[in-house]
């Protein structure tokens, strides 16, 4: 069997080549290979929960609401809507969360 | 299951504290870290880690949507705070009024209510103002 040579030139040139791709790469397109490998990998590694955390920090968030025993839900709408002015996907959000809540309390 | 857990955490205690100022890790580390400080109301470590997770990827939507609850919580706890600054204000109008009834004169007074009412009135109002900062922070982001 042949015996596999190691060249440390080698590695060096290519790690050279590699550091001056990702540099082309980024000034070129903005995009940041390293750091995307990267979520990509931490993405495989039991990070994958995380849309199940941002429910419950929503759902948290949605009850952590300082309501008036007297008010309705239209009041509350409307306090959610004033409260979500300018953050269109966390409004919409909690409208299905409301929704669901309704749904479930008819059902 | 449990132990891999387990084995997760420990590699997170002693490998990811350390080196989570680096912004090496992965945006959905930054955003679990980022919504564990909400839970606790830490609304500046919060920020933090939005700030480090800034150039997200992949997971851009999420990152906006932990923003936006960061954002809320800030609104409804200035909210909050704006009520209670209202009701301690009422209480020392009140109590100003009170001082100047001439029954009151012959009274033994609680001195120190007063300063304690306004001791509160400037803590909230910090309170607020700190809010206020976060929420232009996080506006800026």
Redesign the interface.
């Known amino acids: 069997m042949e015996e596999k040579k190691l060249s440390v030139p080698g590695a060096l040139v290519g790690a050279l080549v590699g550091l001056g791709v990702e540099i082309a790469i980024r000034e070129l397109t903005g995009f940041d290979v390293v750091k995307g490998i990267l979520e990509i990998v931490g993405a495989g590694f039991g990070l994958i929960r995380i849309d199940r955390r941002i429910y419950e920090s929503t759902v948290r968030l949605l009850n952590g609401m300082d309501v008036e025993p007297d008010d309705d839900y239209q009041r509350i709408l409307r306090r959610i809507d004033d409260l979500t002015v300018d953050l269109p996907e966390l409004r919409q959000s909690f409208l299905k969360l409301m929704e669901a809540g309704l749904r479930a309390k008819t059902a | 299951m449990i132990g891999?857990g387990i084995l997760?955490r420990i590699v997170k205690a002693f490998v990811g504290k350390p080196l989570e100022n680096t912004g090496?890790?992965?945006?959905?580390?930054y955003?679990?870290e980022a919504?564990r400080s909400?839970?606790q109301d830490n609304i500046g470590e919060a920020i933090k880690f939005l700030k480090i997770s800034k150039?997200?990827?992949?997971?851009r939507?999420?990152w906006?949507?932990?923003r936006?609850?960061i954002?809320?919580?800030c609104?409804?706890l200035r909210?909050?705070h704006g009520?209670r600054i209202g009701y301690i204000e009422g209480r020392i109008e009140k109590l100003k009024i009170q001082q100047k009834l001439p029954w009151r004169w012959f009274r033994k007074r609680p001195t120190d209510r007063l300063t304690q009412y306004q001791d509160a009135l400037a803590l909230e109002k910090e309170a607020r103002l700190l809010l206020d900062d976060y929420e232009r922070e996080l506006k800026d982001l």
């Open positions: 891999l997760i090496l890790f992965p945006t959905r580390y955003l679990q919504l909400l839970d150039g997200a990827l992949l997971d939507s999420r906006k949507l932990v936006q609850l954002l809320f919580r609104r409804v909210e909050r009520k």
